[in-house]
């Protein structure tokens, strides 16, 4: 509808009808335009200051949430750093105790990535502390898990030696030996069978019939085979790991120097050859230059009980062959 416009004339006391030119309208309409999209801008401003933009708030919402998600991994981290310490813990006190190595240094599984400050860059972030102890956690997981991965492989590696070590060790009689009947004395200090005093005996003897066979007891390289004074007809094999063993008094040697033998293998045969009061067989085991007692190198073929009774009859003082 189109709008009517009067002024009031005091003269005539009447209201006049004036006709504004396009002109006036045109600037009546422009100022009224502006004055309006001030008013708007000024409540919108009002109101962004207030409630902040959409854009804003899901920026500050999705922050918060990643500030509470990075709580939460250093939490994690805290976890798994823990359940590493346990690892290592086990690995220097129970694998690397039983395989005889060398604990791995703190200071290798603690060391940090160079000299240079790696974390410079995450300084001026907003919650740059946070950022950088977790990100420091995160190395430090990284490393020791590193390390601990190599130290378990050098167990492994020790674990597959000490398969070896296993097969090698001296580990059952040299002579069969049903409800060990033929065991006749044991080491230590008997009465010597021919000048009656107290000698030191170094291994244990087992009675046997001429011609019995004689067993490695353990995987091995023959070091001697033939004549050695009072041992007479003597073997000694070399087990490796620091082990000797001696088979002596035999009647006949089936072996010879440098060959290789595995455990149960016949070597020879029992005999009374040398200083020997009658058949037998005179075994010894030497561990890194020590006489050992054989008593405890027959786990493989003994149960416990029979440990027990062997122990027994070992310490018999009266049938010392020699
Ligand atoms: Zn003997």
């Known amino acids: 509808m189109r709008k009517v416009y009067y002024i009031y004339n005091p003269k005539t006391r009447t209201y006049d009808r ?18 309006g999209m001030g008013l708007g801008a000024g409540c919108f401003i009002i109101l962004l200051l207030i409630f902040g933009s959409p854009s804003e708030k899901d920026l500050r919402v999705e922050n ?17 750093l823990g359940v590493m310490q346990q690892l290592q813990q086990r ?19 603690s060391a940090s990535y160079g000299k240079t400050n790696r974390y410079e860059d995450l300084m001026d972030m907003a919650n740059a502390k946070l950022v950088v102890n977790t990100t ?27 398969d070896d070590m296993l097969a090698c060790i001296p580990a059952i009689q040299p002579v069969a030996n049903k409800d060990l009947k033929q065991t006749a004395s044991g080491y230590g200090n008997r009465i010597d069978p021919i000048y009656k005093t107290v000698k030191f005996h170094a291994g ?32 000694v094999i070399n087990h490796g790991f620091g082990y000797v063993t001696r088979y002596a008094h035999l009647s006949k040697i089936d072996v010879k120097v440098g060959q290789k033998v595995v455990r149960g ?11 020997s009061t009658g058949p037998h067989l005179h075994y010894e085991v030497h561990l890194k230059g020590q006489i050992m007692n054989p008593v405890n190198y027959y786990f493989m073929d003994l149960d416990a009980d029979d440990y027990d009774k062997m122990i027994q009859i070992a310490a018999n003082h009266g049938k010392v062959f020699d």
Not at 65 to 79: A, V
Not at 265 to 275: L, R
Request: charged content about 25%.
């Open 18 to 35: 004036i006709y504004p030119t396009m002109r006036q309208r045109a600037m009546s309409y422009l100022r009224r335009l502006f004055v």
């Open 64 to 80: 918060s949430r990643l500030l509470s998600q990075y709580h939460i991994l250093s939490t994690r981290l805290d976890e798994a």
């Open 91 to 109: 690995d220097d006190n129970l694998y690397r105790v039983i395989m005889q190595a060398d604990l791995v240094a703190d200071a290798l599984r």
């Open 136 to 162: 420091q956690k995160m190395d430090l997981l990284s490393r020791q898990i590193y390390m601990q991965s190599k130290s378990f492989d050098e167990v492994v590696e020790l674990c597959k030696k000490q």
């Open 204 to 235: 244990m003897d087992f009675s046997a019939n001429v011609g019995t066979p004689v067993y490695a007891t353990g995987n091995g390289t023959v070091q001697k085979a033939g004549w050695e004074g009072l041992y007479g007809n003597c073997i």
């Open 265 to 275: 293998e016949t070597i020879g045969k029992v005999g009374s050859t040398g200083k």
